[in-house]
């Protein structure tokens, strides 16, 4: 697809001014601001910043949080492991000295052993839960104590009334009511204490209770108060993080997009991150070649403008000139061939009526005469066939080069038999994409020339080569004789038209027949040369593109591709 110059240079969707920027502008780079502060942290580290920040609040946030949960775990459990189960022992422990008294004084008002069971269980019962409250709030020194005053009132009361009013019973006595009154005011002291220590036990579950309550109502708002503080850190960083590289990022976008609509004088700031500026300053850079290359490209246009104007004026010459070439290869084939036949049909009709009155020297004249203008006429057709080249034959089709070469021979049948030559040709030579006129007069005129040009002390033999070049596209033929040669330094001078190495007296002909193959062979895109290295003769290369390979076409039937080689 050829795009035009005009497309290139236009401006896209608006003007393509490049304000007030001159060459050195354009070509001059802002220097490189490290920046301050954390805007020397690329958007990678700020990121990396940010959650290490997040991280430690959320590590401290998490430690406090701990902390609160196995302060409010503890209190919880002293209140359900130690002071209610403790509460529950002291109860027992009561139960345990009142079930004591009862047995005791069941037993001394009837004297059957079986009313101090209640006694002795009651003193192992005492003893178990004793040690069991002493092991759940032994610590707490208010409830140790109630739990010792109890127990030594205990052990008093079982000492001093007790044991020795059983002791009497069992020895057949009977207990007087003074003791038994005396008994019942000792046990009521130790009434007294039961109440002191469930007082105390139900102040320390309330005490319990109010510490998990506070830590719970601690726990709750702490929680909410880290709640609160992560929105307020992700906020915080959310406007940081816009502030530092959402805004700046936005103002490349915006700053890009008007150089990309064509605002190419519009100066791309470098704000943000280190990576964002870095990026910022490489745009700009592009930005400033751009316009480098804008303003060159305009100089260009102008000149390709006034080479334009140039090349029209040129080619209104050139047809002017291809016209008058026309009017010449018609004038040269009609209006001079005329006089030519005429000269010599009337120099050969003065031999013929006066050659018996005109001397020796006449009659050479006039032989002179009809050679001249026979020779003027061939040069004329020939000058006509190279002029023709590329204009009248301009076919384009698929030529088999055995049928072109096969016509050339025919052609050259009588010189090539009656010099005794020789050609030798490969079983199949390759399709090519041409003029097959064109390619039958390339064939006749090498070989043509082989015969021409052969050595006198032996035949002419004449071979053809051909080979496909790789990855080129390309056909390599050569035409190799055994004749008189040409020198190194004749090259490229004998494809030049006109161009003769022999005089017309040893070889005939009018010079234009390699000039015309060479005509010929770039016509149809190849090229042709001179082989230096052979020496045994003449061997003379060319090259013909090879057609194109064939495709299916949308029906499915295959077709081959054929251009213009050239």
């Known amino acids: 697809m050829r795009v035009r110059e005009a497309d290139i240079f236009a401006p896209m969707h ?6 007030p920027l001159d060459r050195q502008d354009a070509a001059r780079v802002p220097p490189d601001d490290p920046g301050r502060g954390r805007h020397r942290l690329t958007t990678q580290a700020q990121v990396y910043v940010l959650l290490g920040v997040m991280t430690v609040l959320v590590l401290i946030c998490a430690a406090i949080g701990a902390w609160l949960l196995n302060q409010t775990a503890s209190v919880s459990d002293q209140l359900v492991d130690r002071i209610a189960p403790a509460r529950t022992s002291a109860a027992r422990l009561q139960n345990a000295l009142i079930d004591q008294e009862t047995g005791v004084r069941g037993f001394l008002l009837t004297g059957q052993p079986a009313f101090l069971e209640p006694y002795t269980e009651g003193v192992a019962t005492e003893q178990d839960e004793a040690a069991r409250i002493t092991a759940l709030v032994g610590g707490r020194p208010e409830l140790a104590a109630d739990l010792a005053a109890i127990r030594e009132a205990g052990a008093e009361w079982r000492r001093t009334y007790a044991a020795p009013n059983i002791a009497a019973v069992q020895a057949g006595g009977h207990p007087d009511d003074a003791q038994l009154d005396a008994s019942k005011r000792a046990f009521d002291r130790i009434r007294a204490l039961f109440q002191a220590q469930t007082d105390h036990f139900d102040q320390t579950r309330a005490d319990a209770r109010d510490d998990l309550v506070r830590m719970r109502n601690l726990r709750d708002w702490a929680f ?34 008007k150089v990309a609509w064509g605002d190419f004088g519009h100066h791309i700031p470098a704000q943000g991150p280190a990576d964002l500026r870095d990026v910022a300053r490489d745009v700009e850079l592009m930005r400033r070649r751009i316009v480098e290359a804008l303003l060159e490209s305009q100089d260009q246009r102008a000149a390709l403008t006034e080479q334009t104007a140039h090349l029209d004026a040129q080619t209104v010459e050139l047809r002017r000139s291809n016209a008058e070439l026309e009017q010449f290869a018609y004038v040269a084939s009609h209006d001079l061939q005329e006089p030519l036949r005429k000269v010599a049909s009337f120099c050969q009709m003065l031999e013929r009526r006066y050659a018996d009155k005109l001397d ?89 020339n082989s015969i021409k040009f052969r050595s006198p002390d032996r035949a002419p033999v004449v071979r053809v080569d051909c080979a496909e070049e790789p990855d080129s596209g390309l056909w390599r033929l050569s035409v190799t004789d055994n004749g008189i040669g040409i020198g190194a330094e004749f090259t490229e001078k004998v494809f030049i038209i006109f161009q003769r190495l022999h005089t017309r007296e040893a070889y005939g002909g009018t010079g234009i027949g390699l000039a015309l193959c060479k005509k010929i062979v770039e016509f149809h895109g190849g090229e042709i040369w001179i082989d230096t290295g052979y020496t045994d003769g003449t061997r003379i290369r060319f090259t013909l593109p090879a057609p194109a390979p064939a495709v299916p076409d949308d029906d499915g039937a295959v077709s081959a591709l054929e251009g213009n080689p050239a």
Not at 14 to 19: L, N, P, Q
Not at 228 to 240: E, K, R, S, W
Not at 432 to 442: F, I, K
């Open 360 to 448: 020796e020297r006449g009659l050479t004249y006039i032989s002179f005469a009809v050679d001249g203008a026979k020779r003027m006429q061939v040069l004329i057709n020939d000058l006509l066939t190279f002029s023709r080249v590329g204009r009248l034959n301009d076919a384009r089709v698929r030529v088999a080069l055995d049928d072109s070469l096969n016509t050339a021979l025919a052609n050259l049948a009588g010189g090539i038999e009656e010099s005794d030559g020789r050609v030798e040709r490969p079983e199949r030579l390759p399709e090519v994409v041409g003029d097959p006129s064109l390619l039958t007069m390339l064939w006749q005129n090498l070989i043509g």
């Open 224 to 257: 909410i108060a880290m709640l609160g503080l992560f929105v307020l850190t992700g906020l915080a960083f959310a406007v940081l993080f816009h502030l530092s590289v959402g805004r700046p990022l936005r103002t490349l976008r915006a700053a890009s997009r």
């Open 14 to 19: 608006g003007s393509a001014d490049i304000g």
